[in-house]
């Protein structure tokens, strides 16, 4: 568990020093490429769901695009927890009627005549908790897809070359301690 946080971090530090350091041939070619914008990403992706993947794919050099499929993927998130919600809601506000109707000794809809007063309590409070946890999933796809395009322009222009690698490898401290070598490569 520490190893693999260790890990982590030696990979966010080489990630993060990667920009610092600065190549005489690769000051040309950054001039030339047009900035990444990580908030505009967020922001397209705010107001639309998917505009930032969209963005975010547009954005991406040749043979590295892959942000496209991800729209219909939120589209179908966004639209199957939608439209459970509405389902249930529409359920709910008729199972209180068909309650409320019992109450007060109203005629009472066929479709719930095999339930008793309790079991409609019951059928109603179910059918909250359903509409609540899908209000919840409906918020959870928007919250993923944002944050999908957030971190995913952050990596728009991120160098995966050969160049760039990290190493571990066993070495002997002295002839009774053995030890790891972590051995990272920036260019």
């Not at 991800?70 to 529409?90: E, F, H």
């Not at 479709?111 to 359903?130: C, M």
């Not at 050969?162 to 030890?179: C, K, N, Q, W």
Request: charged share 20%.
């Amino acid at each position: 568990m520490k190893f693999t946080l260790l890990l982590f971090l030696f990979c966010a530090f080489a990630s993060f020093s990667q920009d610092s350091l600065v190549v005489e041939n690769s000051i040309k070619v950054q001039d030339s490429v047009k900035p990444h914008s990580v908030k505009k990403a967020l922001l397209l992706s705010a107001i639309v769901p998917g505009a930032g993947q969209i963005y975010n794919h547009l954005a991406m050099p040749k043979g590295k695009k892959k942000a496209f499929w991800k729209v219909p993927l939120i589209y179908a998130g966004l639209g199957v927890t939608s439209y459970y919600l509405i389902k249930n809601q529409g359920l709910q506000k008729e199972l209180r009627l068909e309650y409320e109707n019992r109450q007060d000794l109203l005629p009472t809809s066929a479709d719930w005549a095999a339930y008793d007063d309790e079991g409609i309590l019951t059928l109603y409070t179910q059918t909250v908790t359903r509409r609540d946890l899908f209000i919840m999933g409906v918020g959870i796809v928007y919250l993923f897809q944002l944050a999908d395009a957030g971190v995913e322009a952050h990596f728009v222009n991120f160098d995966v070359s050969e160049d760039l690698s990290i190493h571990f490898d066993p070495v002997m401290m002295d002839y009774r301690t053995a030890g790891l070598r972590l051995t990272l490569n920036f260019r």
